[in-house]
Nanobody, 120 residues
Framework: QVQLLESGGGGVQAGGSLKLSCAAS????????MGWFRQAPGKEREFVAA????????YYADSVRGRFTISRDNVKNTVYLQMNSLKPEDTAVYYC?????????????WGQGTQVTVSS
C-alpha cells in the first residue's frame, strides 16, 4: 500500500503562483507513476499532470501545459506541482494520485485533496 499526503494549497490572486507537494509513504518502491488531478465544483475530476517515477517523463493536460510543472524527488518520495500564471479556472480541489507496478494501468492510490482557490 501507498499513502499520499498533499500540502501547499491555499488562496492566490490570478497570475500568482503556488507549489503543491505530495509525500508518499508505505511501499514507495512500488510506485510507477505519480500524478495530479483536480475537481472543480459541479465538474468531473480531470487529469492535470503526471510523472513516471523511474524515467521522469512528464505529461500535462492541455489546459495547464506551459504554466504548470510537475517534478519528483525520489529520495524524499515526494512529487511537486509548481503552478504559475494561475487563473480563476484553476480553482479546484487538487488530488495527488499514484500508480504502482502491480497495476500500472490505473491510479490506485489517492490523497485527501488540497483546495486551491484563485481569485480574480
Amino acid at each position: 500500500q501507498v499513502q499520499l499526503l498533499e500540502s501547499g494549497g491555499g488562496g492566490v490572486q490570478a497570475g500568482g503562483s503556488l507549489k503543491l507537494s505530495c509525500a508518499a509513504s508505505g511501499r514507495t518502491r512500488s510506485i510507477y507513476t505519480m500524478g495530479w488531478f483536480r475537481q472543480a465544483p459541479g465538474k468531473e475530476r480531470e487529469f492535470v499532470a503526471a510523472i513516471s517515477w523511474g524515467s521522469g517523463n512528464t505529461y500535462y493536460a492541455d489546459s495547464v501545459r506551459g504554466r504548470f510543472t510537475i517534478s519528483r524527488d525520489n529520495v524524499k518520495n515526494t512529487v511537486y506541482l509548481q503552478m504559475n500564471s494561475l487563473k480563476p479556472e484553476d480553482t479546484a480541489v487538487y488530488y495527488c494520485a499514484a500508480r504502482d507496478t502491480i497495476t500500472p494501468t490505473r491510479y490506485n492510490y489517492w490523497g485527501q485533496g488540497t483546495q486551491v482557490t484563485v481569485s480574480s
